[in-house]
């Protein structure tokens, strides 16, 4: 049943607030720039001092109350009424105790690819560059196939 919510969430995906880590991850694979020129790249002030590179000109900086990225993503988001993007367990369990949607980058690649942006394969070789340099643990990965496999039966 949960994969049918992921499902869900990824048909309506158009962007949201990203936390710094999807920010270093989908920068690490090449992905930033293609994602800010699809969906809504949102970023606070302090996520931007913490990613200390360049973002895509198309990524847009909302103004946000004093305080840890960690904590004021998840009060933007709610204000903003938007998906939280963050490789942090602590900030997506802020972000699902709060009721909104979120995801990862693996996520962010499955809303590429059911919404046409990349190809089956495309996926498969960005999911397989993430897993260089994501955490990600056994569930995740697992949970990642699953939802992949659903995705290209469509």
Request: negative net charge; aromatic residues 6%; contains cysteine.
């Amino acid at each position: 049943m949960i994969i049918d919510k992921a499902l869900e969430d990824i048909v309506h995906f158009s962007g949201g607030i990203f936390d710094t880590s999807s920010l270093i991850y989908l920068s690490k694979i090449g992905l930033l720039h293609r994602v800010a020129q699809v969906f809504s790249v949102l970023v606070i002030p302090q996520v931007q001092a913490e990613f200390k590179q360049k973002l895509p000109e198309n990524v847009i900086s909302i103004q946000a109350p004093e305080g840890g990225a960690d904590t004021v993503i998840i009060e933007v988001a709610q204000r903003e009424n938007c998906t939280v993007i963050s490789e942090d367990k602590q900030v997506l369990m802020k972000a699902r105790k709060a009721g909104l949607v979120y995801f990862n980058a693996l996520m962010v690649i499955f809303a590429l690819l059911h919404h046409g942006h990349i190809t089956t394969e495309e996926s498969r070789v960005l999911c397989t560059q993430l897993d260089e340099h994501a955490r990600y643990g056994v569930a995740v990965r697992e949970f990642g196939k699953q939802v992949l496999e659903r995705l290209v039966l469509k």
